[in-house]
Structures are given as structure tokens and as C-alpha cells.
Nanobody
Framework: QVQLVESGGGLVQAGGSLRLSCAAS????????MGWFRQAPGKEREFVAL????????LYADSVKGRFTISRDNAKNTVYLQMNSLKPEDTAVYYC???????????????WGQGTQVTVSS
């Protein structure tokens, strides 16, 4: 029902910044909690951040807190992940997700994008 398309990934040096975007389909975008997850080769999918439907609340993984900022623009059906002070350990495929409830568990989300690669060189 909801289609998500990520963009903005790329190759950056440690300490650099990237902004990921996730474009969602439909007029009901504001009804969903939106989140970002990431997955490195050989590792489990890891929670990064989520934001409420009204942008009134956000939650971050400890590993990115203070460096990453999640935001959304419901008028544009888009959620963003601003990533600053990037580290090599941030290297992963980043996935946008949509759901009806708050969860740091990947199993609790309803829709997923195709992912965008972020590579941070040392």
C-alpha cells in the first residue's frame, strides 16, 4: 500500500555529512510513524531513528545520538535523515520504514524501501 524510495547515499570521508531522503507514496503519509534502519554486511538490521506522525517526538539509537537527525515533511511525503560526523562504522545500507506504532524492532514495521548505500572511508 505504501511505497518508499530512499536516495542520498554515497561515499564520504570520516567526519563528513550526508542527508538521506525517503519519498513515500499516498496522501496518508502523515498517518505513519517513520523510521530508519541500517544493515552492514554479515550483521542484523539495526535501528537508527524514528519520528512520530506529527514530528512531535523522535527516538535515536545510542550509536547515532547527537550526530544524526530525523525529520519529516508531510506536505512533501518525505522523511529525512541528516547524518553528521560520520564514522566508518556507519557504513551500511540504510532503509526507510513505515509503521503504525513505535518500535525499535525491525519486525514491527509494515513497509520498507529498497535501501541506499552509505560508505564512510577512514
Amino acid at each position: 500500500q505504501v511505497q518508499l524510495v530512499e536516495s542520498g547515499g554515497g561515499l564520504v570521508q570520516a567526519g563528513g555529512s550526508l542527508r538521506l531522503s525517503c519519498a513515500a507514496s499516498g496522501r496518508t503519509f502523515s498517518s505513519y510513524v517513520m523510521g530508519w534502519f541500517r544493515q552492514a554486511p554479515g550483521k542484523e538490521r539495526e535501528f537508527v531513528a524514528l519520528i512520530s506522525w506529527s514530528s512531535s517526538g523522535a527516538l535515536y539509537a545510542d550509536s547515532v545520538k547527537g550526530r544524526f537527525t530525523i525529520s519529516r515533511d508531510n506536505a512533501k511525503n518525505t522523511v529525512y535523515l541528516q547524518m553528521n560526523s560520520l564514522k566508518p562504522e556507519d557504513t551500511a545500507v540504510y532503509y526507510c520504514a513505515a509503521g503504525r506504532k513505535y518500535s525499535a524492532n525491525a519486525q514491527g514495521w509494515d513497509y520498507w524501501g529498497q535501501g541506499t548505500q552509505v560508505t564512510v572511508s577512514s
